[in-house]
């Protein structure tokens, strides 16, 4: 199976950036959407952004012009750049890709997290 692993989360400012990385391992045919989701503190979980194979993007709205997803596909890797971080950023934010096994089904593999905190 397919295993995420988030990391570059930490505690910033307001106004600041952080840059997140997700690295996808395992035996898969191939992997489709990826994107991020986050959760923060007595909310639900949401997405935030997303990025399909061939490039596609889409962002919620409380983040576009501030957040940009990219991906690697030699390395299988996703990336979510934040800049100008507001404290409602606060979040653990939450990997996830659409993958296609060897068997040509689709199942979703999920990260098991990294926290975001903005703070002054």
């Known amino acids: 199976q397919v295993q995420l692993v988030e990391s570059g989360g930490g505690l910033v400012q307001p106004g600041g950036s952080l840059r997140l990385s997700c690295a996808a391992s395992?035996?898969?045919?191939?992997?489709?959407?990826m994107g991020w989701y986050r959760q923060g503190p007595g909310k639900q979980r949401e997405l935030v952004a997303a990025?399909?194979?061939?490039?596609?993007?889409n962002y919620a709205d409380s983040v576009k012009g501030r957040f940009t997803i990219s991906r690697n596909n030699a390395k299988s890797t996703v990336y979510l750049q934040m800049n100008i971080l507001e404290p409602e950023d606060t979040a653990v934010y939450y990997c996830?890709?659409?993958?296609?096994?060897?068997?040509?089904?689709?199942?979703?593999?999920w990260g098991r997290g990294t926290q975001v905190t903005v703070s002054s």
């Open positions: 990025i399909t194979d061939g490039g596609i993007t």
């Open positions: 996830n890709a659409d993958v296609l096994t060897l068997k040509r089904d689709i199942v979703e593999s």
């Open positions: 395992g035996i898969a045919f191939s992997i489709r959407t």
